[in-house]
Nanobody
Framework: VQLQASGGGLVQSGNSLRLSCVLS????????MAWFRRTPAKEREFVGA????????YYEDFVKGRFTISRDNTENTVSLQMNNLEFEDTALYYC?????????????????WGRGTQVTVSS
């Protein structure tokens, strides 16, 4: 299984970005998908996750309703829509897949990880 994230870039504070992650080499619909990020302060921080069917999502508190995770099982893609970005959202964002959990923010429960895409928010 391989994960490839894209969509990162440089944006001004208050603007939006949409990240995407494509899973290949496996049956996408059988994986719970999640987004994590790495900042200078935190090696690995949970952002949010979505169930296999996409019927439920779970977010870390700092998201504050600004981010939305969605998935398209016909396109093997999970997306992270990020609105009202803040300087503190600057990070390397990467997606992860788990065949075993329903919905989790615990990184050790995810089996596969992508390389990440850099998001830089200017203040």
């Amino acid at each position: 299984v391989q994960l490839q994230a894209s969509g990162g870039g440089l944006v001004q504070s208050g603007n939006s970005l949409r990240l995407s992650c494509v899973l290949s080499g496996g049956n996408f619909a059988t994986y719970t998908m999640a987004w994590f990020r790495r900042t200078p302060a935190k090696e690995r921080e949970f952002v949010g996750a979505i169930t296999r069917s996409g019927d439920r999502t779970y977010y870390e508190d700092f998201v504050k309703g600004r981010f939305t995770i969605s998935r398209d099982n016909t396109e093997n893609t999970v997306s992270l829509q990020m609105n009202n970005l803040e300087f503190e959202d600057t990070a390397l964002y990467y997606c992860a897949a788990s065949k075993w959990v329903t919905l989790s923010g615990r990184s050790h429960q995810y089996d596969y990880w992508g390389r990440g895409t850099q998001v830089t928010v200017s203040s």
